[in-house]
Every structure is written in C-alpha cells, then in structure tokens.
C-alpha cells in the first residue's frame, strides 16, 4: 500500500507529494529526500551503461521496518518515489512496477498539457485523482 | 396480428375497431404503454397486460389536453368499458389524444386517418411523424420523444425487470441494422415496428433500451442503460418535459455544457482560423497562445485542457476545441469548472452513446497496439476524426429540434466583449453544470508491456512542446509571414536593394506589366518583336508610370530594372516565339493575345501590388523606428538641456 508518492525533479526538487495520511506527513517527506541519495547512486552506477539499457524501474531503493521505498526514473531525469507500507507483503514486485508506469503515463500526460511549464508543481486535477486510486486501491 | 407495413390491429379485448397505426406510431405507442406498465401486470392478464391507471392519468394530463377531453377519450377508446387500460384501449386512447392535439374532434372517426403522434408536455418537437418520411430529421424528432419518455421511463418502470422481459418477441427479421447512422432512426423505427409487429399482447416494453441502444447490431436484449442515457443526452431537444424527473440535469434544457448550434459553429469558424482543416488538429502552443487570450488565469486553463484533451496528445481536434473553447466559455460565464468533462462535451467517439459503437471497439483496439503513445494518439486522432464529419451531421440534426426559450435569451443575454480577441466574443451558456464521469471510462489503454512502455516514455518524456507534427506552420496566431516579410525588407532597405519578389513566371513583355494600363500594353505588345528597342522606351514608361512615393519609385525602379534584367533573357526567348504566333491567324490570335495580355497584365499589377504592400508595411517599420529614435533624441535634448541653460 503506497502511503506516499513524489514526483522529484531533475535539480531534486520536488514537484508534487502526496501522502496518504495527514499525519507524519513530514516523516514521508523527509524519507523521499533521503532516498533520493539512494536513487541518485543507483543512476550512477547504471550510469555508465546507455541510456537505453539503463532500467527505468530503480526497484526497491531500501527498506526499513515500517515501510519500503520504491524508486523510478524516467527520461528527463525526472524521479518517482513511493513509499509503501511494509505490512502488506502481497504487493509484488511488479505490481509496483505497474504502478509507477501508471504514474509515468499520467506525468506525460500533465506534461502533455501546453499550459503546464516544465519544473512547476503540478496541480493537474486528473493527477491528482489518478494517484489518489492509486493509492486507495492497493490498499 | 397483421403484418402490413401500416397495419395493427387493435387487441383483444378491446374496442373491436381496426385500428390503422403507421410503423411511427406503433412504436410509440407501445413505448408509451410499455412506459405505463408496470412489471406486475394489472389485472393479471398475461397476454395483455394493462397499463397502471395512475401512470395512465398522468400520461394523459401531460399531453395538455383539458380534463373533460381525457374523459371523453378515456371513455372513447374504452377503457371505462372494460375497466383497464388495455393495450387496445391505451392505443385508442393515444390516438384520440393526438386527435384531439391537431385539433380534430374526439370521434372514433378522427382516428382513422393518419395523424401525428400525440404530444405529451411540452414536448416542442413537432411530432409529424409521418412513416414514410425517412429524413433524418424526422427520424430524430421521432427519437426525442422516445428520449424523453424513456426518461420517464427510467424512474418509473423497474429497468431491471424491462431488460429482459420474459414475453419479449422475437425480433423480427425485418429490423435489419444497417450501421451507418444516417439509418439509425430508420432502424430505430424498423425496430420498434418489428417488435411490435408480432402483436399486441406480446409486446411488453420491448425494451426500450435496447431499442435506443446503440448497438444496432445487437439482439433487443443488449440495451445498456449507460449508453442510452448518454445517448439521451445527446440527442435530446432542449425542450424537456418537467414532469420527467430530475434525473441528470444534463438533461436539462439549460445544460450549460451543451453546445448549441450557433456555438457549434463559431468553435467551428474559430478552429478554421487557426488550422484550416478540420480534420487536423491543433498544435498545443498555438492553442496556448490562443486560449490565454481568454485572459483566464493559467490553472484553469491548465485544468480545461486537462479536461479537454482527452487522448492527451497534447493537441486538439476540432470536438476537442469545441469542448475547451465551451468550457472557457462558460468559466467566463461564471459556471465552475467541472473535475471531469461533461458527457455533451465528449469527443463523439467516447461519448458511451457513440452511435458507432464498432468504432469503440476499434478504438480500443488501436489503442491496445503497441505503438509509441503519441503516434498512437495521433493516429486514433485522425482515424477517429475522419469520421467526425458524419457524427458532426449527426449531432447538427439533433440539435437542430426548435430551440427553447431560454436559448434564446440566453442568447440575448450577451457577455460584453469578454476578451480583447474576437474570438471569444458574446457566447453564453446556460445555468445548471453536471457531474458526470464518462470521462473515466474514456478508453486509455496504454500498452504495459515494458518494452514498448519504454519506447512510449521516451518519445513521450520530451521537453514540453509536443512531438513534432507534420503541419507545422499552421500557426496564425503569429503573422509568420509578415515578419519574414519585415525582415526581408529591412535587409535590403539596408543594403539598399529590395530582395528579389518571388519568382515571376517568365512572360512576355514582363516590364511592361509592371504598369497599371493596359493600354499601355499593346502598343507596347506590338513593340514586342524588337525587345530590345522596347525595354528602354519601356523603362522609361515605366519610370513615368511609378508610384507617387519617391523613394519607393527609387527602389521599385530598382526592382524594375532587376526583374527586367532578369526577365529580358526569358522575354527574349519568348519574344522569339511571338513572331512565329502573330502570322497565324492575326485577327483572332491578337484577341486572344490581348486576353492573355491583359490576364498577364491583371497578374502582374497584383503581384506589383503585392510588391508595394509590402514596400509600405517595411518602411512603416522604418517610420515607426525613425519615430522612436526621434523621441529619444527628444528626451535626450530635454535632460541636457536645463544643464545647458544652467
């Protein structure tokens, strides 16, 4: 169950964070930001390959107890980062995948929209929505 | 039963007359007594059952007519006889109703002759539904009061039990479904007369729903109520009964996000301007440059392209427009902006009562192939709009029923001049704003696969501007043109040489039709054969001949001089031909060479003329910068000068 996805930008900043719950916000917060170190170190180590042959899907970026952070990087350098629960064991590897080619798909569609400039936060309604079920259902 | 195409006889039980019923009527009156019925059968009669009286009431006060006209139809038709609204009765009794609408008196005899269906509140469609008038209009005001009544419908009767009715008769095979729409209603009247052909007593409500269900190719039974509602929507007149209950309020006559027809039409004129060809689409920054002029802040924007673009291309087709410009519209007019797009506002092709539903099908098919997701939507774009004139036609004829009122105040009501632009000049819509989430069920099916998933990314993930399209100098929004032009003209006005003007076809005596006259022309056509002679008494003509403005005389005698430089070796050439012609027939070759000589001339003066305008828009650039220059100047003297005087 993914109780936070980000949308981090290339200059690591972020575009869009959603958490699930109101409460510990800041606690997700501050888990993205550190595991952007660990997103960036695995794009550094793929880095040398190609672009084409480096995978988009980082995988499971580091675990803790309570919860488990996945990681994506798409073309632009642009990163997704979910943070799912670590009780709920049933989520598999691809289901997640899944999930962030979802995501990927509703970020090109936000970029898709002329009147959305690159770096700014999105506030796109559909985006919006798409996360929250998407959160939801895998609840 | 009879199986005449005009013919029904009146059930059983009933008033024994033969009652002649065209195919039209047929099927609304079974509709109608479908409508009436409720699942239980009053009265238990299997064959036949009645209709609910208090339905029946209420059908009948909605036709309007005075309270006494109903007895005395109720009575009529038999019902007070036989204590039920039977079938025949409830016929009868519809028949008199419609009798009693066109004004005839309420006899048995006036029904005998074919008369329009009766009308039941406030519908405003004219029911002159004659069975042989196959015109579309016809066939959609047929549909409207189906609409209308299967809205009543909904509420009332128990849709579940009406899907699939245990009594339903076999389709006859005469409602063969032809797919196009432009039969649609034909087939919609085929099938309801199909079903009620095969008698009286059987019939139940052949479901209604299948029958205004899209899926002409389907059984009876495979009616969907999503569709139908949808379809509803669409094709619904505004006129709308207020008995019906408040169901969507899209179906309501002031539906805000419904586009009428003169709207319609100025989203259509509007796309034009910026894209010529309604099939292709929009490019997102012409459309960006184009809706910010609605002065709308950016996140509405945002959130009505959002809305909008529903293949998420980046680019619009022309109902995508339609819909965005609606919604700037209405957002101007005050109404909020709904989360997703209303169903009236849908591309035609995801409507959910998209009268093509094998396109649906195709549609999602093209969309499961693995193609890169642009490509992909842009290919869906163009085969979905190639057919788009056809649902254009479709949607004109429904919204061409006689507007309401309140359109028409609507109209009146005019918004000022909302933005700078034209463009977005005096559209108004109506009150109420639906909710509605066909937006959700908009078919996105990306391909997952992980392959194609990354090919999709990377041709998608791209800096904002869209993916390169091969129109790519649709724009009008900038005058492309002119700024070549400017920068052209500022070139050569500083080099002092005008560029060449595009290339002239070779013509004979071309530095002659740099003039105004013609008539200049053939005394000078006649100097043809020594051109050489003739290109100085030519200039000189030429020279007298210029323009007012003297430094353009300068130039454009410059120009002059290089385009006869450069047409005196392709004159010379066809100077040469000329001797050859002129011994041919010398009386009709010369009328002829006077036309072509004066078409030559016509065409010359418009390209000199297109010359010279262009002349006069480069040196109003210069005058406007010589103005600039001086008032800095200007300034400049104004600072130095109380120092001066100091």
Same mark, same amino acid.
């Given at each position: 169950?993914?109780?936070?996805?980000?949308?981090?930008?290339?200059?690591?900043? @972020?575009?869009?964070?959603?958490?699930?719950?109101?409460?510990?916000?800041?606690?997700?917060?501050?888990?993205?930001?550190?595991?952007?170190?660990?997103?960036?170190?695995?794009?550094?180590?793929?880095?040398?390959?190609?672009?084409? *042959?480096?995978?988009?899907?980082?995988?499971?970026?580091? @675990?803790?107890?309570?919860?488990?952070?996945?990681?994506?990087?798409?073309?632009?350098?642009?990163?997704?980062?979910?943070?799912?629960?670590?009780? =709920?064991?049933?989520?598999?590897? =691809?289901?997640?995948?899944?999930?962030? *080619?979802?995501?990927?798909?509703?970020?090109?569609?936000?970029?898709?929209? @002329?009147?959305? =400039?690159?770096?700014?936060?999105?506030?796109?309604?559909?985006?919006?929505?798409?996360?929250?079920?998407?959160?939801? *259902?895998?609840? | 039963?009879?199986?005449?195409?005009?013919?029904?006889?009146?059930?059983?039980?009933?008033?024994?007359?033969?009652?002649?019923?065209?195919?039209?009527?047929?099927?609304?009156?079974?509709?109608?007594?479908?409508?009436?019925?409720?699942?239980?059968?009053?009265?238990? %009669?299997?064959?036949?059952? &009645?209709?609910?009286?208090?339905?029946?009431?209420? /059908?009948?006060?909605?036709?309007?007519?005075?309270?006494?006209?109903?007895?005395?139809?109720?009575?009529?038709?038999?019902?007070?006889?036989?204590?039920?609204?039977?079938?025949?009765?409830?016929?009868? &009794? /519809?028949?008199?109703?419609?009798?009693?609408?066109?004004?005839?008196?309420?006899?048995?005899?006036?029904? +005998?002759?074919?008369?329009?269906?009766?009308? !039941?509140?406030?519908?405003?469609?004219?029911?002159?539904?004659?069975?042989?008038?196959? &015109?579309?209009?016809?066939?959609?005001?047929?549909?409207?009061?189906?609409?209308?009544?299967?809205?009543?419908?909904?509420?009332?009767?128990?849709?579940?039990?009406?899907?699939?009715?245990?009594?339903?008769?076999?389709?006859?095979?005469?409602?063969?479904?032809?797919?196009?729409?432009?039969?649609?209603?034909?087939?919609?009247?085929?099938?309801?007369?199909?079903?009620?052909?095969?008698?009286?007593?059987?019939?139940?409500?052949?479901?209604?729903?299948?029958?205004?269900?899209?899926?002409?190719?389907?059984?009876?039974?495979?009616?969907?109520?999503?569709?139908?509602?949808?379809?509803?929507?669409?094709?619904?007149?505004?006129?709308?009964?207020?008995?019906?209950?408040?169901?969507? $309020? $899209?179906?309501?006559?002031?539906?805000?996000?419904?586009?009428?027809?003169?709207?319609?039409?100025?989203?259509?004129?509007?796309?034009?301007?910026?894209?010529?060809?309604?099939?292709?689409?929009?490019?997102?920054?012409?459309?960006?440059? !184009?809706?910010? +002029?609605?002065?709308?802040?950016?996140?509405?924007?945002?959130?009505?392209?959002?809305?909008?673009?529903?293949?998420?291309?980046?680019?619009?087709?022309?109902?995508? !427009?339609?819909?965005?410009?609606?919604?700037?519209? &209405?957002?101007?007019?005050?109404?909020?902006?709904?989360?997703?797009?209303?169903?009236?506002?849908?591309?035609?092709?995801?409507?959910?009562?998209?009268?093509?539903?094998?396109?649906?099908?195709?549609?999602?098919?093209?969309?499961?192939?693995?193609?890169?997701?642009?490509?992909?939507?842009?290919?869906?774009?163009?085969?979905?709009?190639?057919?788009?004139?056809?649902?254009?036609?479709?949607?004109?004829?429904?919204?061409?029923?006689?507007?309401?009122?309140?359109?028409?105040?609507?109209?009146?009501?005019?918004?000022?001049?909302?933005?700078?632009?034209?463009?977005?000049?005096?559209?108004?819509?109506?009150?109420?704003?639906?909710?509605?989430?066909?937006?959700?069920?908009?078919?996105?099916?990306?391909?997952?696969?992980?392959?194609?998933?990354?090919?999709?990314?990377?041709?998608?993930?791209?800096?904002? #501007?869209?993916?390169?399209?091969?129109?790519?100098?649709?724009?009008?929004? $900038?005058?492309?043109?002119?700024?070549?032009?400017?920068?052209?003209? #500022?070139?050569?006005?500083?080099?002092?040489?005008?560029?060449?003007?595009?290339?002239?076809?070779?013509?004979? !005596?071309?530095?002659?039709?740099?003039?105004?006259?013609?008539?200049?022309?053939?005394?000078?056509?006649?100097?043809?054969?020594?051109?050489?002679?003739?290109? %100085?008494?030519?200039?000189?003509?030429?020279?007298?001949?210029?323009?007012?403005?003297?430094?353009?005389?300068?130039?454009?005698?410059?120009?002059?001089?290089?385009?006869?430089?450069?047409?005196?070796?392709?004159? %010379?050439?066809?100077? $040469?031909?000329?001797?050859?012609?002129?011994?041919?027939?010398?009386?009709?070759?010369?009328?002829?060479?006077?036309?072509?000589?004066?078409?030559?001339?016509?065409?010359?003066?418009?390209?000199?003329?297109?010359?010279?305008?262009?002349?006069?828009?480069?040196?109003?650039?210069?005058? +406007?910068?010589?103005?600039?220059?001086?008032?800095?100047?200007?300034?400049?003297?104004?600072?130095?000068?109380?120092?001066?005087?100091?």
């Amino acid at each position: 169950m993914a109780v936070c996805i980000a949308v981090i930008a290339k200059e690591n900043y @972020p575009l869009y964070i959603q958490s699930i719950t109101t409460e510990n916000e800041l606690k997700f917060h501050y888990t993205v930001h550190t595991s952007l170190d660990v997103v960036d170190e695995k794009i550094s180590a793929m880095g040398k390959a190609l672009v084409d *042959q480096r995978e988009l899907y980082l995988g499971l970026l580091y @675990p803790t107890e309570d919860y488990k952070v996945y990681g994506y990087v798409t073309n632009s350098k642009v990163k997704f980062v979910m943070v799912a629960d670590s009780s =709920n064991t049933a989520l598999r590897d =691809n289901e997640i995948h899944s999930m962030f *080619q979802k995501l990927h798909n509703s970020y090109i569609d936000v970029m898709c929209n @002329p009147f959305y =400039n690159p770096g700014d936060c999105i506030h796109s309604r559909a985006f919006d929505n798409m996360l929250t079920s998407m959160m939801m *259902q895998v609840c | 039963m009879e199986q005449g195409p005009g013919g029904a006889a009146a059930g059983p039980g009933g008033a024994g007359l033969l009652l002649p019923l065209s195919d039209a009527e047929q099927q609304r009156y079974s509709e109608l007594f479908s409508l009436c019925c409720s699942p239980a059968p009053e009265g238990g %009669s299997a064959p036949a059952p &009645a209709a609910g009286g208090s339905k029946v009431g209420d /059908l009948f006060r909605a036709s309007q007519l005075p309270a006494d006209t109903l007895h005395q139809i109720t009575e009529l038709c038999g019902a007070k006889r036989v204590g039920y609204f039977g079938p025949a009765q409830f016929y009868v &009794a /519809l028949k008199l109703i419609a009798a009693a609408q066109s004004g005839l008196p309420i006899r048995i005899e006036s029904i +005998k002759s074919e008369l329009p269906l009766p009308r !039941f509140m406030a519908l405003k469609n004219d029911n002159e539904m004659r069975y042989g008038n196959a &015109a579309e209009i016809h066939g959609v005001k047929f549909q409207i009061p189906h609409a209308t009544l299967e809205k009543n419908s909904f509420k009332r009767a128990d849709e579940g039990d009406k899907k699939q009715e245990t009594k339903s008769p076999p389709v006859s095979p005469m409602c063969s479904p032809p797919a196009s729409p432009s039969n649609y209603q034909r087939i919609l009247l085929n099938y309801g007369y199909g079903k009620s052909r095969s008698g009286l007593e059987q019939q139940h409500g052949v479901p209604y729903e299948a029958r205004h269900s899209t899926n002409l190719q389907d059984g009876p039974a495979t009616g969907n109520y999503g569709s139908k509602s949808a379809l509803v929507h669409s094709s619904l007149s505004r006129s709308l009964s207020v008995e019906r209950e408040p169901q969507d $309020s $899209s179906n309501y006559p002031d539906d805000p996000w419904r586009i009428t027809e003169e709207q319609r039409e100025y989203y259509i004129n509007q796309f034009k301007s910026l894209q010529p060809d309604l099939n292709s689409f929009i490019s997102g920054s012409v459309a960006k440059n !184009f809706f910010t +002029k609605s002065k709308l802040p950016i996140p509405e924007l945002s959130h009505i392209w959002e809305l909008s673009d529903v293949d998420c291309d980046g680019a619009l087709t022309l109902p995508e !427009f339609c819909a965005a410009f609606h919604l700037i519209v &209405a957002r101007k007019n005050g109404y909020p902006l709904p989360d997703t797009l209303p169903e009236t506002l849908l591309p035609d092709y995801l409507q959910p009562a998209s009268l093509k539903p094998k396109r649906d099908c195709a549609l999602l098919d093209s969309y499961s192939e693995s193609l890169p997701v642009s490509q992909q939507t842009r290919d869906f774009n163009r085969t979905e709009v190639r057919k788009l004139p056809e649902d254009y036609s479709y949607i004109k004829e429904f919204t061409l029923v006689d507007h309401l009122a309140i359109h028409t105040y609507l109209w009146n009501f005019l918004v000022g001049y909302l933005f700078l632009s034209l463009p977005f000049v005096h559209l108004t819509v109506s009150l109420i704003v639906q909710e509605s989430n066909t937006l959700k069920a908009r078919p996105r099916s990306r391909s997952y696969s992980s392959t194609s998933i990354e090919d999709a990314m990377k041709k998608g993930e791209e800096p904002p #501007t869209p993916p390169p399209r091969p129109q790519k100098a649709h724009s009008r929004a $900038s005058s492309l043109d002119l700024n070549k032009i400017f920068q052209q003209n #500022t070139q050569a006005v500083k080099s002092g040489w005008l560029p060449p003007p595009p290339a002239l076809p070779p013509r004979p !005596f071309v530095s002659q039709t740099e003039q105004v006259s013609e008539i200049e022309l053939q005394p000078q056509m006649n100097r043809a054969p020594s051109q050489t002679e003739g290109s %100085s008494p030519t200039r000189k003509e030429i020279l007298l001949t210029q323009p007012p403005s003297k430094p353009i005389r300068r130039k454009f005698r410059s120009e002059n001089q290089m385009l006869e430089n450069q047409e005196l070796t392709p004159t %010379s050439s066809m100077t $040469s031909s000329l001797p050859a012609v002129k011994p041919h027939l010398p009386a009709q070759k010369q009328s002829s060479k006077q036309k072509r000589a004066i078409q030559t001339a016509i065409r010359k003066n418009k390209e000199a003329n297109a010359v010279l305008a262009r002349l006069n828009s480069e040196l109003q650039q210069q005058l +406007k910068e010589v103005h600039k220059e001086r008032i800095a100047l200007e300034t400049q003297l104004e600072q130095l000068r109380p120092v001066t005087v100091l």
